[in-house]
Structure formats: C-alpha cells, structure tokens
C-alpha cells in the first residue's frame, strides 16, 4: 500500500527534536570546529551560497534531519518502518494508522502538521506465472519506452519516469529473496499537484488515514496498468493471418510505439486498439488482465477496514487535529490571513481530507462532498485559493476555465445588452425602442 514519504515536519521546535534520545543525529559540519562537509557544501565558494548545517538521524530505517536548526524532515519507507525494514510483505491500512501513531508518540509528528511532498503507492502480488516473462512482454507506457535497471542481487526493475511521478514495476521476490513470483507494482509521486491533478486532495500523513484517498490511490494504479502495453507471449505467430501477424511482428518492438505516437497520434490509436485486439483473439494468457485482477484484490484486501476499527482511527484523528487548522489543510500563515478577510471559518477545512467542524470523519469520507465547488460546472475546487469561485487554469486549463467564467457571467451580460437594445443606452441620443 504507503510504502515511501518524504515530508516536512511542522509544529516541532527543532531543539526538543534534536533532544529526542531515540535519535543520534550525524551533523553534516563539526559542531566543535565549525568545518564544512565537502559533499553537502560542494558550492559553498559560489556567490551568495549559504552554507548548510544537516544533521541526520536513521531510526528504523527511516532518516530523520534538521536543516539548519530550522527545517525537520522525513523521508524513508514507512513500511519498513513498521515491518523492521522488510517492505516485501503485506502493509495494511491498519499498519499503517498503528504507525502513524508511532512516529507521534516518540517524536511528537503530528500527520496534520507533517506536510508530504514525495509519496509512493503499490502492492506486492505473486503471479501465477514467472515475473520476468511478464517485465520482458511490458513494451511501453502511453508510447514512452522503460528504462531498465538490474538488482545486485538478482532480479530487475522498468521504470516510466516524468517530472511529477515514476511508475515502476519489479521482480520483488529475487530483489529482497521472497517468493520468486512476487511482483512489486508501484507509482511513486514525486509532485504533489499529480495527485490534485487526479483529484486526490493530499496533502499530509493525516490524509493518508482517509479512505477516500486510498480510492483514489487504487483508481490511479488501475488506470496507470491498464495504460502499459503488453505483449502475451502464449500466442502462436502462425495462427494469425498474414496481415496480422505483420502487426504483432512490429507491436512487439518498443521503439515502434514511440516512433509511431510521436509522428502519427491518430495512427498509434488505431494501430494499438489493433495490437490488442490480436493479443486477445490469440494469446492464451492475457497477462494485462491477469495482473489487473490481483492488483486490485490486493489493494482491496490492504485498505479493508472495520466500522470498529475506523471508528478509532477518527477518534484519533478528532483528538490530534489542531483546533485552528488552516483550509486546505496547509499549514501557512498566509492562508489563515486570506481567511481573516474572507470571513473563512478557522475550522471548517475541505471535506475532501479533513473533518469538519465536529462532524465525525467516516462521515465525511463515504461522502465524499466538498465545501467549495466552481459556481459554474460544480466541480471540486477545495485545493485552489480560498478566494477563488471558478475553476483555475492552473487545474483544468485555459480552455476550461474560460469557460466556467463565461458560463457565469454570460448570461448577466446577455440580459444587458437586451436591456440596452430594448430600452437604450444613457448615452444614446434616440430611444433604441423608438427607432
């Protein structure tokens, strides 16, 4: 399920986290000679550089820093976090709540106030056949090729990288010595708008202990797999028909998908609703399916959580919410000033990762509703500045947005010019109704 989070960690004096006796921190600079580390200050000669003072922490196989006496981080597995650094095996919804509550027991880490950055998602399934027949029949993602990466100790890895995510897919049986059909599927989230921008409004641990997101989660993983191109390698070459099997012959080849997306879209389309028609008329396995069904059984099975169960973790949840929790569950002194102005309850946050007001959480949650929709199209637009009515460009691009403006605003300034035609304008030297 959550495997890898980094995030910063807010409402912590730096002094009482450097004092914590769990934590040995290694400082990046000596404390006693004031040297710099040549690696964490390599440009410390370049104009204006100021230099950096880390100190860093492992416990559990997660790092803990402070940056300059002033900045607290996170950044690890928090699956091996829990599972003493073991993330082959199953981590749970439950284990993940047992954690949460962990890391703020021993270090004070309120998830409301722990604001995530980079978070990764996935699940570890066996398949009914050999993990490295399916990673070689894997050809592209949305027409991008793979890039391939060999473990050490046996095994391999095909990542499709971007700025905002990196899905990849291993044999996590031979990388960690489990059972040697164990595939690890995962999407790493390395900006926080990728998640918005699929309609997943996260933005701290404490949303994470939310259904709804690991809905979300499970929709985007779907969709991510679905996307891959996949050869089935039960099929006979043979049995197909001549023009056919040209098509298979050249739908094996990454590079053709990339080649044919980039010069001719509307060609890869059709050349790919093809391709997998064929591997479904004469492929025996149909991998693609296969795996798209233990994706999501395992998912369903990792986030099942009892009535009794939730209902703990929102008494929780209830219990560590600051009182005064800025909207959009951000915790920035500029928000809470916007929402002074504009007469914004302090406590009434987006429903889509927060309660409200004294509502209960599961509440909320099987709901899904929202306090704030574009007045136009009612879309969801919690995530944008308090102030904002419609949709912004920035989420739904500049067609979209205009178009919610207009929508409107149209109608105000049609009934105006009709008006204007019907009865004149002030300024107009004749009555337009007596013309």
Request: charged share 30%; glycine share 6%.
């Amino acid at each position: 399920m959550i495997d890898y989070k980094y995030s910063d960690c807010k409402g912590i004096a730096p002094k009482d986290f450097l004092s914590n006796g769990l934590l040995e921190f290694h400082a990046t600079v000596n404390l006693d000679t004031g040297e710099l580390d040549n690696f964490k200050n390599a440009d410390r000669n370049k104009k204006g550089y100021i230099p950096v003072d880390e100190r860093e922490a492992i416990y559990n196989h997660c790092k803990f820093s402070v940056t300059n006496n002033k900045y607290i981080n996170f950044s690890g597995s928090i699956h091996e976090y829990f599972n003493n650094g073991d993330n082959s095996s199953d981590f749970t919804f439950c284990n993940l709540f047992e954690a949460t509550k962990e890391l703020h027991e021993k270090f004070n880490i309120n998830p409301f106030l722990d604001e995530l950055h980079n978070v990764e998602h996935g699940v570890n399934i066996i398949l009914p056949f050999d993990t490295l027949t399916l990673i070689k029949a894997i050809l592209c993602f949305k027409g991008q090729e793979y890039e391939l990466r060999r473990f050490k100790d046996g095994g391999c890895m095909i990542k499709f990288s971007t700025d905002r995510y990196e899905f990849k897919i291993y044999e996590k049986g031979k990388q960690k010595g489990g059972h040697p059909n164990l595939l690890r599927v995962e999407i790493k989230t390395t900006t926080m708008e990728f998640l918005r921008a699929k309609k997943i409004d996260l933005y701290n641990s404490a949303g994470l202990l939310y259904p709804a997101i690991h809905k979300g989660f499970e929709r985007v993983l779907i969709v991510f797999w679905e996307q891959l191109i996949i050869y089935d390698w039960s099929i006979n070459i043979e049995d197909a028909k001549p023009k056919e099997r040209a098509i298979l012959i050249e739908g094996q080849n990454p590079k053709y998908w990339t080649a044919l997306k980039e010069l001719k879209p509307e060609v890869y389309k059709k050349r790919l609703a093809r391709f997998r028609g064929l591997n479904l008329k004469y492929g025996k396995v149909n991998p693609q399916q296969v795996v798209l069904d233990l994706i999501k059984t395992k998912w369903r099975e990792l986030t099942a959580i009892s009535p009794e169960k939730l209902n703990e973790v929102n008494s929780y949840l209830n219990q560590v919410r600051p009182e005064n929790f800025p909207q959009n569950n951000r915790p920035n002194n500029s928000v809470k000033k916007r929402e002074a102005k504009t007469n914004f309850p302090q406590n009434k946050t987006s429903s889509s990762v927060l309660q409200r007001g004294t509502l209960p959480i599961v509440e909320i949650v099987s709901c899904c509703k929202t306090l704030r929709v574009c007045k136009t199209c009612k879309r969801d637009i919690s995530h944008q500045h308090p102030n904002s009515l419609f949709c912004s460009e920035k989420y739904v691009g500049k067609e979209q947005a205009h178009k919610c403006r207009n929508g409107d605003s149209n109608p105000r300034n049609n009934l105006q010019r009709r008006e204007q035609r019907r009865y004149g304008a002030g300024d107009n030297l004749f009555n337009v109704a007596e013309i």
